[in-house]
């Protein structure tokens, strides 16, 4: 399997509510890096959060890094119908400048 | 502003012709990457450069071809030896292999 699995691989839930997505890596990271990416688009950086740290906020996006489980969740509090997209997580090796990404998971946002 | 631009939007190919998809960057990133992505999956490797005029394969790299002349500029060349080209393909370029990536539009490339 690969490195960077999210769970679940897909999510539907309705405006306001909080989203949560998680992901798990098997080998040791610099960094795990989140990014969104609307249908047919390309991907958009979200967030990063380095090896040492345990969690990050940047607006309504919460990441959390359990290195000693292998493990990241992001949380999209106070969700909106906008949200919809599909979340991939990319981890980044301690040594080496190339990500490797998951297989992402499809968040729907119902109005 | 600042950004990735991929183009053609939409390409195709017949068999046994080698097509190339352009990638050009005006954020002055050292680094740059292409992406395979198919319907549903997550991103695929196909070759990245960590700077000008040196590349590594990814993961996927057979049936592709990179070049880095400049800084700016990677192109992607799917050959004919490419057996199932159908798929989204992205660009992405970083400060260095330690940053965040930024992403073109991506090409979808389809067999005629």
């Known amino acids: 399997s690969q490195q960077g699995e999210e769970d679940p691989q897909a999510l539907s839930i309705q405006e306001g509510e909080n989203a949560t997505m998680n992901c798990s890596y098997k080998t040791s990271i610099n960094n795990l890096q989140w990014y969104r990416q609307n249908s047919g688009r390309g991907l958009v950086h979200l967030i990063l959060i380095r090896s040492n740290e345990r969690e990050k906020h940047s607006g309504r996006l919460r990441v959390t890094l359990d290195t000693s489980k292998k493990s990241s969740s992001l949380l999209i509090t106070a969700s909106r119908a906008a949200d919809t997209a599909s979340y991939f997580c990319?981890?980044?090796?301690?040594?080496?400048?190339?990500?490797?990404f998951g297989e992402g998971t499809q968040l729907t946002v119902n109005p | 502003d600042g950004g990735i631009t991929q183009s053609p939007k939409y390409l195709f190919r017949k068999e046994g012709q080698n097509v190339t998809l352009s990638c050009e960057q005006n954020l002055n990133h050292d680094a740059m990457y292409w992406y395979r992505q198919d319907p549903g999956q997550g991103l695929r490797l196909i070759y990245y450069s960590q700077i000008v005029n040196d590349f590594q394969k990814g993961d996927i790299a057979e049936g592709y071809s990179v070049s880095r002349e400049k800084k700016e500029s990677f192109p992607l060349t799917v050959t004919s030896a490419q057996k199932n080209p159908t798929a989204f393909y992205l660009c992405?370029?970083?400060?260095?292999?330690?940053?965040?990536?930024?992403f073109g539009d991506g090409t979808r490339l389809s067999i005629l």
């Open positions: 992405a370029s970083s400060e260095n292999g330690r940053q965040p990536q930024h």
């Open positions: 990319a981890t980044g090796k301690t040594s080496g400048s190339r990500l490797t």
